[in-house]
């Protein structure tokens, strides 16, 4: 069991700069694959990064990148996501998540979300 629970969310201007923090509980965060995943109102929950368990590789979807950076602290079980060059279509309440699939993760854990609100 993984309990996921994520900050850093806020309001800020187009072009601006947030960092999204997940901190897990347990002993095995370095067993699992981490992710991002967002949801904009009116919109499925869509995939954003993923990064894989030692960090050595990452994943994004194509509108995020160049953007947006995931990384990992297995020491304190902590994940990232840098964002950069922030848009209003980046509006949407991130989830953290964990799980095994590389690439597009399919998690078995969420955490409870984050809002970020990118005004123009």
């Known amino acids: 069991q993984v309990q996921l629970v994520e900050s850093g969310g806020g309001l800020v201007q187009a072009g601006g700069s947030l960092r999204l923090s997940c901190a897990a509980s347990g002993r095995t965060f370095s067993s699992y694959v981490m992710g991002w995943f967002r949801q904009a109102p009116g919109k499925e929950r869509e995939f954003v990064a993923s990064?894989?368990?030692?960090?050595?590789?990452?994943y994004y979807v194509d509108s995020v990148k160049g953007r947006f950076t995931i990384s990992r602290d297995n020491a304190k079980n902590t994940v990232y996501l840098q964002m950069n060059s922030l848009k209003p279509e980046d509006t949407a309440v991130y989830y953290c998540a964990a799980g095994q699939t590389i690439g597009v993760l399919k998690p078995s854990y969420w955490g409870q979300g984050t809002q970020v609100t990118v005004s123009s």
């Open positions: 990064i894989t368990r030692s960090g050595s590789s990452s």
